[in-house]
């Protein structure tokens, strides 16, 4: 088949979007992850064999998982031979009802996505693994991303995964959206992971782009919906951050693709309408008393948005929320946040003493971020040789296109 046919280009956006939705309805079917793994694959190619012949389906959704659905039986039945208890599997999944299509309408399907997040950010597993199995389950995130994103070796995190499938199938864990009650002490999981999937949406980790605008609105979706399940405070402090970063996403990039930073970004492009609804949550998340990190750091988007132009941003604010985000959530990253918040307020000697302490003292030392700070701080500064030197630490951690062509812009612009 032609690599360029509308089938073809029509079927990998459909991957793209679909894919993970169609694995989290064949999970909850086949009750399964390694099962309903090998049918999504089956039902894509399937569809890449019959769709140039068929035709479109009216529901593509609908047509992989039921095709999806049919393979897993075709499977199960030629594996009942070593495993006679399959077979009553196999039937019962045979005997499901065949209104898959009006199943898949939005209006009227529970989100199994949701659900699929609530299984793998069960209690019963470690927090590691429902990170792990969320970013790749949910994300579609490859083992070796999860890796750097844990700043762990592949190999770990697929262990990971595998215990954690192993522990969700022999203890039973349910396949459901949790009651009411139990909600609240579930929460910080699932926050925790959307969190984790928006960040590589909005800065993917690799790859030839900056962002990744389908787990960046998915990530949202989720928060929404979050939201409106359970709207405790630190769910809407979160949906205000993502909707806050996410208003800037057309402004950070070139036509070619290139990284603008905040303060050269055109400012027209930002989204008003994501940013007044993240304001407004940021206020209702604040009158309940109750916010915590995610809060903060909107609070912090917040002033960002506010201001028409870099010179109107209130550094001073910023740095006052950042000291409220480290009592809060204490961690190096905050604090290299606040070392750039300080050195728009102090100058950047300022900045460039913390910053040289947490490469000391902290785990940042493989962070490319924290060097290309440093190096920022060093350039304005006119300490080139030391500016180089960073920019050229940062260059060799990097694993993005984008960020690379910045660095090396910069490096150049020192030569």
């Known amino acids: 088949m032609n690599q360029h046919s509308p089938i073809q280009v029509a079927l990998e956006q459909i991957y793209r979007t679909e894919s993970r939705r169609v694995l989290a309805t064949l999970i909850r079917l086949l009750g399964d ?6 049918a999504l694959h089956d039902a894509f190619a399937a569809a890449l064999k019959q769709w140039p012949h068929e035709g479109l389906p009216t529901n ?13 039986i075709d499977h199960l039945r030629r594996r009942t031979r070593f495993d006679a208890s399959l077979e009553e599997i196999a039937r019962s999944l045979d005997d499901y009802s065949a209104g898959i299509s009006e199943e898949m309408g939005e209006e009227n399907i529970e989100d199994d996505r ?8 069960h209690p019963s597993l470690s927090p590691d693994a429902q990170l792990a199995l969320t970013l790749r389950e949910v ?3 490859t083992t070796e991303e999860i890796a750097r994103a844990f700043l762990t070796s592949a190999a770990t995190v697929a262990q990971r995964i595998v215990r954690a499938k192993a522990k969700i199938r022999t203890a039973k864990i349910p396949y459901e959206v949790p009651a009411s009650a139990e909600l609240p002490n579930r929460l910080d999981s699932v926050l925790h992971v959307i969190y984790l999937m928006f960040n590589e949406g909005y800065s993917a980790s690799t790859g030839s782009e900056l962002t990744r605008h389908d ?11 979050l939201v409106e399940l359970l709207p405790e405070s630190e769910a809407l402090g979160l949906l205000a951050l993502m909707l806050l970063h996410d208003s800037r996403r057309t402004a950070r990039t070139s036509l070619n693709g290139d990284l603008i930073l905040l303060d050269e970004q055109d400012r027209t492009l930002w989204n008003r309408a994501q940013i007044n609804e993240g304001s407004a949550l940021i206020v209702q998340s604040l009158n309940t008393r109750r916010f915590g990190p995610y809060t903060v750091q909107a609070a912090i988007a917040g002033v960002h948005a506010e201001a028409r132009a870099p010179e109107d941003t209130d550094w001073n604010e910023i740095v006052g929320l950042y000291d409220l985000l480290l009592r809060l959530a204490p961690s190096s990253i905050v604090e290299l946040n606040r070392a750039v918040a300080i050195a728009m307020r102090d100058g950047p000697e300022a900045g460039l003493k913390i910053v040289d302490a947490l490469l000391a003292d902290s785990g940042l030392k493989n962070y490319h971020l924290a060097h290309s700070a440093r190096a920022d701080f060093c350039r304005r500064l006119g300490h080139n040789a030391d500016a180089r030197s960073a920019y050229q630490q940062a260059l060799a951690l990097t694993q993005q296109e984008p960020e690379r062509r910045f660095l090396e ?3 150049a612009q020192l030569d």
Request: hydrophobic share 45%; glycine share 6%.
């Open 139 to 141: 994300c579609d995130l």
């Open 114 to 121: 949701l659900r699929l997040i609530f299984t793998c950010c």
């Open 60 to 72: 593509p959704r609908a047509w992989l998982v039921s095709t999806g659905r049919f393979k897993a």
């Open 409 to 411: 812009k910069r490096l």
């Open 33 to 38: 992850f390694d099962l309903a793994e090998e």
């Open 215 to 225: 787990l960046s609105g998915e990530a949202i979706r989720l928060g929404r919906m």
